[in-house]
């Protein structure tokens, strides 16, 4: 059987009793290693599960996905995933090589940021489409997921964005002469996804279209949500380029504009004081 | 401290071993029971947590509010909800008065129905707003919900529809009588809610409107979602009427129309067989 098992987003007591017992049980335990991380390092989950673990970058699933299913069909193979693995990162392509091979496979779910986010109050109900902010390039600099956003908002939707992540990314030198030396992990930031956000804003004023949003929209910052130093922070765009959030994983909501009161009264609990000389956030534990 | 503790979908083991832990030290442990349910009845919940739950139905959690945050301040208060807290169902209000009366607290996140449907193989990103289908009377059959399915569809998103659970529902003659009598619980199955979709279809074509899906539109209905024996199906709206997804939770899902070929072969796995004489659904372990 292969287990597909999510670890939830905080450390290594986020995993379910269930999955525990099944990882402990299972003959060989991989962790998916490139689409989130836990606050906590391979070394703290290897403690706490009492198994050793096989880290399974992007190369080992879509190349060695045979390797991962080997002998799954008569033992148990698990498959750790942060957060869930049907979340923000499916895992399709594994279990269809699985179902193709004929090897059952069982999922074990588990919080993702794609459900965590209310934990700030905005309903997830009134959730449009979800989409990624990627790191810009002197080069590349996509804006399509904006028009998103902007459908979003028409509809009154709140936009979750995922930040963009880049684990074991060579650099253009060591990747032309076929080195396998890897940069250092980079996480975008709530500050850097906002900043972004604004020349996006500003290039199409510059091209005398009306921006979806403004240096006003209520925003919402979240860093490490689920972890014990969570924090929330609800403000403008522009007051997301200044606040400090901490350590990654960073994720950002763009509200749909008219919300519930409900969701305004949570909202407060966080919200950025107005006369901060300087940009601070609010703990939301 | 007020702690709200997700429980996951599936069983007793389903919480996490965070959870688990926080259950077994706090001080008084409550069940929120009326919007969602597991597989296993408050007994084995008791019986596993090791702990006595208080079931905190939603007169109570409305009007007694002070009583479950009673010295949440000096101990350690639990307030278990299936699912996630912050999931289909939010819990702002009990934050919101904690949050009044100076009590701190934090939220054990876990899978819920919004992010475990993915489990079908529809990509979370994919959906657009979530709507509830409730049950209808000889009085009351609430139709505007559609026009969210119908903006959904427009745009291309999936919508999640999260079906009626009727729990502690008095009948009218002892509303009346003011006696404290409760009808069986009630939870609508796919089946009661593709018929009801229908009949709205029907109806829109009588008053001569292009109704934004029809008895071909691909739907996916799941059951159990989580537990050991959950079942997915992947058909049409008319195949949903009839198909057999067993005993609830039940929740359905109108696809966006155009699917990406990743979403297609996933669902490839739940498909009902094209000429089965009678309707069957395909196991979705």
Redesign the interface.
């Known amino acids: 059987m292969l287990y597909l098992i999510?670890l939830?987003?905080?450390?290594?007591?986020?995993?379910?009793?269930?999955g525990?017992?099944v990882v402990r049980r299972c003959s060989r335990v991989y962790l998916e290693g490139y689409t989130s991380v836990l606050t906590v390092g391979k070394e703290a989950l290897e403690e706490f599960y009492e198994r050793k673990l096989i880290v399974a970058d992007r190369e080992a699933v879509e190349q060695e996905a045979d390797n991962i299913l080997k002998d799954a069909d008569i033992s148990d193979v698990a498959f750790l995933v942060v957060g869930?693995?049907?979340?923000?990162t499916?895992h399709?392509?594994l279990?269809?090589r699985a179902?193709k091979l004929g090897i059952?496979?069982?999922?074990?779910?588990?919080?993702?940021i794609?459900?965590?986010v209310?934990?700030c109050?905005l309903?997830?109900?009134?959730?449009?489409?979800?989409v990624s902010i990627v790191f810009w390039t002197d080069t590349w600099r996509p804006e399509s997921f904006f028009d998103k956003v902007k459908?979003n908002r028409e509809?009154g939707?709140h936009t979750l964005c995922l930040l963009d992540i880049k684990v074991k990314e060579q650099s253009l030198e060591n990747l032309i002469k076929g080195r396998k030396i890897y940069e250092p992990p980079r996480y975008m930031s709530v500050n850097q996804a906002a900043q972004q956000l604004l020349e996006i804003v500003q290039n199409q004023r510059i091209r005398g279209e009306e921006p979806a949003i403004t240096e006003e929209t209520l925003c919402v910052g979240l860093a490490r949500?689920?972890a014990?130093d969570q924090k929330i922070a609800a403000g403008t765009l522009q007051q997301m380029c200044t606040v400090d959030l901490g350590e990654p994983l960073h994720s950002l909501i763009i509200t749909g504009g008219s919300l519930h009161p409900?969701?305004v009264?949570?909202l407060s609990?966080f919200s950025i004081p107005e006369n901060s000389s300087e940009s601070q956030s609010i703990d939301g534990?």
Request: charged share 20%.
């Open positions: 999510g939830g987003l905080g450390d290594a007591k986020d995993i379910t009793v269930k525990l017992e869930d693995p049907f979340g923000a499916t399709s392509d279990v269809l179902a059952p496979y069982r999922v074990i779910h588990n919080a993702s794609m459900n965590a209310g934990c109050g309903q997830l109900y009134n959730f449009g489409e979800t459908k509809n939707m949500v689920g014990e409900l969701e009264e949570m609990l534990v």
